[in-house]
């Protein structure tokens, strides 16, 4: 088994938290869309709202970013974080979990993260998520709020960092185990 997890959910939903632990747990790579798509904008002296929009008109930018999940998957031995991780690892995940939690509590996330007002971030991810469904739906022809990809599904608005950490890690070490067997 070359162990690849895949994390995925929506903005503000603890993907790069949560992976961050699981990679470290496991002593598996970390590959983060969300990080590579960050840095890709504030290379180009952008806000994430700004480069949707370049997105939107370059395909490019999304399918960088795809096909190293899609290739970091396939070399296993990786958590990977993102929208789209389940979809791009494919058969190359052992486990598909995504990760969920109600727009109020993404959105003070989000805002904390970024140190950025509410009203901003909530204005910049509701662009941000509808630009990003749009252009999935073009590119692969992936419905994000289709949930039957997944293995286990976590709300991650009703637990602790620490708690959601403990229950993701305890779902992949069980599932590990099993798998040994």
């Not at 930018?61 to 970091?72: S, W």
């Not at 509590?105 to 469904?133: H, L, M, P, Q």
Request: charged letters at 35%; a negative charge; hydrophobic letters at 40%.
């Amino acid at each position: 088994m070359k162990r690849v997890i895949t994390i995925g959910g929506l903005h503000g939903t603890g993907k790069s938290s949560v992976a961050n632990a699981v990679a470290k747990h496991f002593n598996l790579r970390r590959v983060s869309a969300g990080d590579a798509f960050r840095k890709l904008a504030k290379e180009r002296g952008m806000t994430l709202e700004e480069f949707c929009r370049v997105a939107e008109g370059d395909g490019e930018i999304d399918r960088l970013i795809d096909d190293t999940q899609r290739i970091e998957a396939e070399k296993g031995n990786a958590v990977i974080d993102g929208q789209l991780a389940a979809w791009m690892a494919r058969e190359h995940a052992d486990l598909k979990i995504l990760l969920t939690a109600p727009l109020e509590v993404r959105i003070k996330r989000i805002a904390a993260r970024d140190n950025s007002d509410f009203e901003y971030a909530r204005r910049e991810t509701i662009v941000r998520e509808g630009s990003e469904k749009a252009r999935y739906e073009e590119y692969y022809k992936v419905d994000v709020s289709d949930l039957s990809i997944y293995d286990l599904i976590l709300n991650t608005g009703i637990y602790t960092l620490e708690d959601v950490n403990k229950i993701i890690i305890t779902a992949v070490e069980t599932f590990f185990a099993r798998e040994a067997k």
